[in-house]
């Protein structure tokens, strides 16, 4: 099931930050959080197993609820780089066969 | 890091023909690679799990026969679209683990006219 997403877009000026959530009404297991420039294919950037949170930038953060079942993408001090639609994908244990499910993802737009 | 490697980075096909799209891993091995298909300003939509001398699995609503996936070696996978229309121009991308991360390959824009 796919998880939902939320905002759908988002404005800021370079320097603010930001926060996109993500939930899903199944038991999470793990979330990827990634980020897509247009006409490119996703870049990883962290992922938040259950039992355990891993930090994949200096600016960048995630929570991980597992009673929620939800997610959260912190951008801090955000640079004119960080525009770019980003992705949750929920999946299994984290096993290298579980397909991930991804939301509609967030449309992120930073101006000078 | 992981790197998984697509190609053709695009292609132009003529409607009836097909078209191959190859994904490999190149340094990690990969007993399974995931196939993606993204519209325009959606989401990445999964098409099919495939799996090293297996059979691949396909999400409700894939065509087997018409997206063909063969899983030969543990670093190559390929997507064959056979029989192409105007309605299968998508951007395709492959996916594998080199776990607990997945790595994208950067993607096949496919059109055809």
């Known amino acids: 099931q796919q998880p939902v997403q939320s905002p759908q877009a988002v404005i800021l000026r370079e320097g603010e930050d930001a926060v996109i959530n993500c939930s899903s009404s199944?038991?999470?297991?793990?979330v990827h959080w990634y980020r897509q420039k247009h006409g490119e294919a996703p870049v990883f950037l962290m992922i938040?197993?259950?039992?355990?949170e891993q930090k994949g930038h200096e600016k960048i953060s995630a929570s991980f609820n597992e009673k929620k079942q939800q997610s959260s993408l912190y951008l801090t001090a955000s640079q004119l780089s960080y525009s770019g639609t980003y992705f949750c994908?929920?999946?299994?244990?984290?096993?290298?066969?579980?397909?991930?499910?991804f939301g509609k993802g967030t449309l992120l737009t930073v101006n000078p | 890091g992981a790197v998984v490697s697509q190609h053709p980075s695009w292609v132009i096909c003529k409607s009836g023909t097909s078209v191959k799209i190859e994904c490999r891993s190149l340094?990690?091995?990969?007993?399974?690679m995931f196939w993606y298909r993204q519209f325009p300003k959606q989401s990445l939509m999964l098409m099919a799990t495939?799996?090293?001398?297996?059979?691949?699995?396909?999400e409700q609503g894939v065509e087997k026969d018409k997206f063909l996936i063969n899983h030969a070696s543990l670093t190559l996978s390929t997507l064959t679209v056979t029989s192409a229309h105007p309605e299968d121009s998508s951007f395709y991308i492959c996916?594998?683990?080199?776990?607990?991360?997945?790595?994208f390959g950067s993607g096949t824009r496919l059109t055809v006219v």
């Open positions: 996916s594998a683990s080199d776990s607990p991360r997945y790595t």
């Open positions: 994908g929920t999946g299994g244990s984290g096993g290298s066969n579980y397909k991930l499910t």
């Open positions: 340094d990690f091995q990969a007993t399974t």
């Open positions: 495939s799996n090293e001398g297996s059979k691949a699995t396909y």
């Open positions: 938040l197993l259950k039992g355990g």
């Open positions: 199944k038991a999470l297991y793990s």
